[in-house]
């Protein structure tokens, strides 16, 4: 098997690189979107109470 050119091996690497620093980017704005959406449930399960003890009249 004939070893692999130094260029085209920088420029695989380079590719992978790319690849992985995007993939960590996603993951990063997943985690944020996440976030955000857990806020948001915690927000309308705040509202649901509040609505639920005012028509409770308590």
Do not use: V, W
Not at 26 to 53: D, P, V, Y
Request: some cysteine.
């Amino acid at each position: 098997m004939a070893g692999i050119p130094d260029e085209e091996l920088e420029s695989i690497l380079s590719d992978f690189d790319q690849i992985h620093n995007n993939y960590r980017e996603g993951i990063g704005a997943i985690q944020a979107l996440e976030s955000r959406c857990n806020i948001e449930i915690q927000k309308r399960e705040a509202l649901q109470f509040t609505a639920n003890t005012l028509k409770s009249g308590i």
